[in-house]
């Protein structure tokens, strides 16, 4: 009857164990999902930052063009 009831109590131990180690995966892999998606985020960000960048980049090559292009006409 002991050996019974420590065999269970082992097998009880192991079991939690066992829930526990699995709980810790579940929760692991979803920090892993979060910080991709977290990153995937973070590059947007970033391309739209360069977009936007570039588009100001041109706008002011524009202004420049223009600004020359109305200095050239007042030399003339």
Same mark, same amino acid.
């Given at each position: 009857?002991?050996?019974?009831? @420590?065999?269970? *109590?082992? +097998?009880?131990?192991?079991?939690? !164990? !066992?829930?526990?180690? +699995?709980? +810790?995966?579940?929760?692991?892999?979803?920090r892993q999902q979060q910080q991709? +998606?977290?990153?995937? @985020?973070?590059?947007?960000q970033q391309q739209q930052q360069?977009?936007?960048?570039? #588009?100001?980049? @041109? *706008?002011?090559? #524009? *202004? #420049?063009?223009? @600004?020359?292009?109305?200095?050239?006409? !007042?030399?003339?």
């Open positions: 009857m002991m050996e019974e009831r @420590q065999l269970i *109590q082992r +097998l009880e131990v192991r079991l939690l !164990f !066992f829930v526990l180690s +699995l709980g +810790l995966e579940k929760t692991e892999r979803r991709q +998606l977290q990153q995937q @985020q973070q590059q947007e360069q977009q936007q960048q570039q #588009q100001q980049q @041109q *706008q002011q090559q #524009q *202004q #420049q063009q223009q @600004q020359q292009q109305q200095l050239s006409s !007042f030399s003339k």
